[in-house]
């Protein structure tokens, strides 16, 4: 099993910049991509970045130039800085990682998927 955690969430002024951690734990063997999404009130999670496992970034529009991924894979754990943060920013914002692990109920490595609980950022105008 894969148990993500995030962290760095928080309430910030128009403009302003934020930090996200989102650290791995668990029998990994190996993280391939990982990434962020988002959720705001009343609307779908979409997604917002990822990072593959060779360093490849992506980012949805609405963050490009703004919005930076990176990973230290010695930690298992990705980053999302934020910069020039604006109040559509606003959202619950959830990592994800596809992994190899072991998996003790079926006593053998496969792949998961694994999301985080989410950590809620505010930005206000």
């Known amino acids: 099993q894969v148990q993500l955690v995030e962290s760095g969430g928080g309430l910030v002024q128009a403009g302003g910049s934020l930090r996200l951690s989102c650290a791995a734990s668990g029998s990994i063997f190996s993280i391939n991509a990982m990434g962020w999404y988002r959720q705001a009130p009343g609307k779908q999670r979409e997604w917002t970045a990822a990072?593959?496992?060779?360093?490849?970034?992506n980012y949805a529009d609405s963050v490009k130039g703004r919005f930076t991924i990176s990973r230290d894979n010695a930690k298992n754990t990705v980053y999302l800085q934020m910069n020039s943060l604006k109040p559509e920013d606003t959202a619950v914002y959830y990592c994800n990682a596809d992994a190899v692990a072991w998996d003790s109920s079926s006593w053998s490595r496969r792949d998961f998927r694994s999301w985080g609980q989410g950590t809620q950022v505010t930005v206000s105008s």
């Open positions: 990072i593959t496992g060779g360093g490849s970034r």
